[in-house]
């Protein structure tokens, strides 16, 4: 009889926070401004090497305001050097965020959004050649990387969302062969996504 009892009350919670979630398909898109940091590089890192992002998104919020934001988006980030040379590399990037949508009526609904992410590299070259001052030799790229995404926004007519983010680097997404020099990125993100 426990049993019995304890299963309707799992079906019951789960059929009203069903009934309560709102799910909801898209697709974003956007700029980002890439640049990136660690020690001793400020002598021939730039910043502000400009690419995109753009992909499929899903949103699950519980009452129309608290819940999760995923992406599955291709992103093109990379590195700039000030002798004006650059290397573009482009990642499939996961972005797992718990999502605020403040409970305010009318066309304009701020949101805010804070959770990891993790990329994978799909394009651009492993290895690639820097040559400034009494600096030459092998920068390689990293196959992997991750670390946390802030954002914040308002959503529009109720289908439109447009955002700015931040990208916390957490792992090494460049690093001079020898080891003498690695860095993390750090991406500020502009962004409009479409839900249906």
Known sequence: ??????????LSLFAVTSLQAQIRLGVKGGVNISGVSGDNIGDFVDNNLTGFHIGPTVEWLLDGS?????????????????DDKSHRTGYIEVPVSLKYRFPVEGTVRPYLTAGPYISFKVSGDDKFDVIKDDIQGQWKSKSFGGGLKFGAGVELFKMLQVGASYDLGLTDNYKLSDGNYSVKERIWSISAGVYF
């Open 1 to 10: 009889m426990r049993k019995i009892a304890l299963s309707l009350i799992v």
């Open 66 to 82: 608290f819940g999760l934001e995923g992406s599955v988006l291709y992103s093109e980030k990379g590195i700039k050097f000030k």
